[in-house]
């Protein structure tokens, strides 16, 4: 397979980055592209209304989030790209030289996914849109990492959006559990992960995206 065709069948405007800290920052996106596709995907195909709030306030987050996500396909790759590039670079050279190139972007996609999936593991995970919300938030907040190359997280207030779940904490308890405690914590706990790792090149190294598939 052509590698532009690999690429552009999973992302037509693909911005990749360059240096290791704005991989990072990729990776992230790559993380809420790949959980607000399947969230949508699973619910649209439900036809389940996640509401929060007040009607407007469901408006807010879920068009915000909607054309968050039409931004991120127009702009990241997701992981049935990794999948994929992965498959198809056993039966290619020049596609064995691009996942060894995407590979930084492959370690720090799985890192944060295999937090995710420890943390859920005796338990059932809930909310994963307002999970993307908060690891945005705090990467690009309170970790003060740079939108340049993704300009339209500029036009996001996560504040607000993040009030329209605090403001009704009650409706997202689940067996006298605060699901928003919750997710704060596994968020932070997903961007320490990512900001402490320290990528180092492994000829031997198999991904946890490459073991799945």
């Known amino acids: 397979m052509p590698i532009n065709k690999l690429i552009n069948d999973n992302c037509k405007n693909r911005v990749k980055a360059v240096l290791l800290l704005d991989i990072k ?3 992230l996106l790559v993380f809420a ?5 399947r969230y949508f995907a699973q619910i649209d195909e439900a036809k389940f209304i996640a509401t929060v709030g007040t009607d407007n306030d469901t408006i807010y987050v879920y068009d915000t989030l909607r054309q968050l996500l039409v931004n991120l396909q127009e702009s990241v790759v997701n992981v049935d790209y990794f999948i ?3 498959q198809e670079s056993k039966r290619s050279l020049q596609l064995r030289e691009l996942a060894k190139y995407e590979d930084p972007l492959i370690n720090y ?3 944060m996914a295999e937090t995710v999936a420890v943390y859920y593991k005796n338990k059932p995970a809930y909310l994963p849109e307002f999970l993307v919300i908060c690891v945005l938030s705090h990467w690009i907040l309170e970790e003060e990492k740079s939108t ?5 997280l500029k036009d996001i207030d996560f504040l607000e959006l993040i009030s329209k779940f605090e403001d009704n904490r009650k409706h997202f308890e689940k067996n006298e ?4 405690n919750e997710i704060y914590e596994i968020s932070s706990i997903v961007v320490e992960k990512l900001k402490n790792y320290k ?7 198999v991904s946890k995206t490459r073991k799945k598939k």
Do not use: M
């Open 109 to 111: 996609y799985d890192l």
């Open 177 to 180: 559990e605060c699901t928003i």
């Open 84 to 86: 994929k590039l992965v």
């Open 148 to 152: 340049n190359l993704y300009p339209y």
């Open 199 to 205: 990528y180092k090149a492994n000829k031997t190294r």
């Open 25 to 27: 920052t990729e990776a």
């Open 33 to 37: 592209r790949t959980a607000l596709e």
